[in-house]
């Protein structure tokens, strides 16, 4: 499903690209902005998000939020195209249409898209740079101890929601060989806490500003409360968690280390 | 008067047999009786849908009596946004103290309403539909605070979304039960207060002139009303989020049933009010794997009612 | 004995009352008479206490009005508003209840010796017939009494009534303040009225008022000079048949 995807979704605006590298960006979205950095290609970036935090680029416009770009200063800053990854919408492209902007869209939630969103980008700014992640990824993936366990990946606390197996962290943890609470088909999903009783999670990672997962009523009987299996991350670690992009192995890193503490 | 108190037990019978039902059925209608589910999870949120539903269909018969508004509402008047916009503060400044939030829910719904009254009465024309106007002005206004908020402190869109149209699929901290049962009491005891005015509250609405040469103190009467009716909405709302509509809709349903003593009014408004929103919970918890939330059935049912009302008020008026 | 000294009544800093000396006993039948604005509805309202700002002195049985509780007051007087229609479709009997709110529990039941007098109430006011219908599908002259049932339901001394029989038919009127003047028998009642005929033929004295200030207190017979003051001297009082009528003198 995977490649395919990608490949249907970049087809309408295939032919524009490649007839001249891009030397003007805006990155609509953080993974983008650290993947063009990894790249080597942070000059080419003309606009940014207000939640790409990378280091150094406080200089580089605010061209909008990750959920909205800023149109006004996307016409102001005038660039050669503009990357979104997932979360392109119908009146953005509609306006980047009019405006004669090339744009694309290169989803890398599952973190097999990665590899391949990256050669992606590679390619379109003529980056002398190769990617080499997905061997590695793999073969880090493969150092997880393989147990049958079950996980519940929370992002949000009110309202509840879950990171499923189609998000970029439980992806990974799929891969690895971890049963991932899906409610729904999206990478996030809004789930009930019976739902999540029932499911009866042996490891739960929390993502969210809770602090306190095992205080909450009823909770109690859950596998992964009762042995204590809960992990809080940390904000670094859950940008980390929640940007695909080179910081992959990083990721896989840091969810390899919450297995082994918990192993311990 | 027996006619009366069958229909007392049907109501009764009607909440037990749904709250049988919502105990006992899961996540896409799965049958599902696993104990410890039903106690820690289910229960708690049946209480909390039983009350809300109550205060919120009280306070709509409150206010439609006090205010002479048919389309009188907490969520109309304003109350439930400002509520909201309290508990967002309350959030950022002091995570999660449920004390602090019901009190800011309170102050942010009370002044919320006063506001709404104060510009339905600078307002000229007809007064019950500026009052409605006015509420929704500054609900919305309430609202696009707290979205400010939510933008400016980087909370999730769908945290927004789900306190806008208000959800009983609240997490429960075990350590605060005594604090969860301190505020249902506080609850209870203003609702039985609110119970017990219904007499003055009948002959107030009957003409304030009329109330006020038989002995009750009017300005007092109405204002303590009001304001208690206020701190129990924003209580409610402070642990569920917006839900609308509920407060017009069981009052009208209920007073074609009861004779028009505001006692019973208001107390078959509380018994309809858990029921229809411990029925619209059921709907909203039951029918996907994921939440909805509940105030966006209470609204799909509400607003075709709210016309309704509108169209039947028109009638009255001829 | 009723006594108002040096009342005053802003509204909009203009003096819409303004009362040197009024003794009114506890007993009788009075009429408020005088041309719109005058302040007569102001003024029952002033002694109703409904109007509370209001600077002088209003004593009744030898205390100041303001020295009454709201309960007290309701013991001693009961009103009966000029805008008699009520929102709630109430029935009649549970209307005419209001009046003795104070004596009833939280399940609004009543006493038997109260509900007694409920149905004698409702009986002097030949109201039987429609006691559980809904006050809003009864007649104007029907909704009179039943404002009136209700305020004699109140077991008050003083009866404050604003025009209690202006939008009625005429046989509802006479029916009405025939029956207010064998109350007055043992009550003192106070009404509001701007038909000087009504006042001319039921009261003991009429009160005269024009522009806020009391022009006289007189009984009906001597209200000659007063009704020239008030309308214009082409009026004249003539008696016809043991009636008051009002003759136009100018055509």
Partial sequence: ?264 | MKALRIKYLVMFLLIVCLSGIYLTIGSQWRFDTSSSIILSIRLPRLILALITGSVLALSGAIMQGILQNPLADPYLLGISGGAVLGTTVAGILFEGNIIVSVLFSFMGGLGAFFLTLFIAGISGGNRRYAMIIAGILIGSFASAGVAVLYIVFRQGISSFFYTVMGSLNRVFITGYIPLYITVCAIIVLLVMYLVSRAKRMEIISSGSDIAETSGIEVKKEILSSLVITAFIVSAVVAFTGIIGFVGIMVPHIVRRFVPMKFFHVYMFSLLGGALLLTGSDLIAKSVMSAEIPVGVITSLLGIPFFIYILKRGQDVQN | ?251
């Fill in chain 3, 1 to 251: 004995m009723f006594r108002i000294r040096d009342l005053r009544f802003a509204y909009a800093k203009r003096d819409v009352v303004q009362i040197e000396t009024l003794d009114i006993p506890r007993r009788g039948l009075f009429a408020i008479v005088g041309p719109n604005g005058a302040g007569k509805s102001t003024l029952i309202k002033i002694i109703a206490g409904i109007l509370k700002n209001y600077r002088g002195s209003i004593v009744i049985d030898s205390r100041e009005l303001s020295d009454y509780s709201a309960a007290q007051m309701a013991d001693m007087r009961s009103y009966v508003p000029q805008d008699t229609a009520v929102h709630f479709g109430f029935t009649v009997e549970q209307f005419i209840e209001f009046g003795q709110y104070r004596r009833m529990g939280l399940f609004t039941t009543m006493s038997a010796s109260l509900n007694d007098r409920l149905i004698g109430t409702v009986k002097q006011l030949e109201l039987d017939g429609l006691r559980h219908k809904s006050i809003s599908e009864i007649s104007g002259g029907e909704l009179q009494k039943t404002h009136i049932a209700r305020a004699l339901f109140q077991d008050s001394g003083i009866m404050l009534l604003d025009e209690p029989v202006s939008s009625i038919d005429i046989h509802h009127k006479y029916e009405i303040m025939k029956f207010l003047r064998k109350l007055s028998k043992d009550k003192l009642i106070l009404y509001v009225t701007h038909d000087i005929v009504t006042a001319l033929n039921f009261s003991d004295r009429i009160i005269a008022l024009k522009e806020g200030a009391l022009i006289d207190i007189k009984r009906p017979s001597d209200m000659d000079d007063t009704v020239k003051a008030l309308y214009g001297n082409t009026f004249t009082i003539e008696e016809i048949r043991d009636n008051y009528v009002i003759i136009e003198g100018d055509r």
């Fill in chain 1, 1 to 264: 499903m995977r490649k395919s995807s990608l490949l249907i979704l970049l087809i309408p605006i295939l032919f524009s690209i490649h007839l001249f590298s891009y030397e003007s960006i805006i990155s609509a979205a953080p993974n983008i902005t650290e993947s063009l950095i990894y790249l080597g290609q942070k000059d080419k970036l003309a606009g940014r998000t207000d939640y790409c935090d990378f280091p150094g680029l406080s200089h580089i416009p605010v061209a909008g939020s990750y959920t909205s770009l800023n149109f006004e200063e996307v016409l102001r800053i005038n660039p050669d195209i503009v990357i979104f990854s997932g979360n392109l919408t119908d009146n953005e492209a509609l306006f980047l249409e009019n405006q004669g902007i090339d744009y694309i869209d290169i989803p890398m939630e599952d973190y097999r898209t990665v590899h391949e969103g990256m050669e992606y980008l590679s390619e379109i700014t003529d980056a002398d740079r190769g990617v080499n992640i997905e061997p590695a990824a793999d073969s880090l993936i493969e150092l997880f101890n393989r147990a049958e366990c079950s996980v519940y990946i929370e992002i949000s606390n009110n309202p509840l929601m879950a990171a499923t197996e189609h998000s970029y962290a439980g992806s990974i943890l799929k891969a690895a060989g971890f049963d991932i609470m899906t409610p729904s088909a999206g990478p996030y999903s809004t789930v009930s806490q019976e739902l999540i009783i029932d499911y009866n999670p042996d490891i739960i990672i929390v993502m969210s500003k809770d602090h306190d997962i095992s205080s909450r009523m009823g909770w109690t009987h859950i596998e992964a409360v009762k042995k204590n299996r809960i992990i809080y991350s940390t904000d670094s670690e859950i940008d980390a968690l929640s940007r695909p992009g080179p910081r992959l192995l990083e990721a896989i890193d840091i969810l390899r280390g919450y297995i082994e503490s918990i192993e311990d």
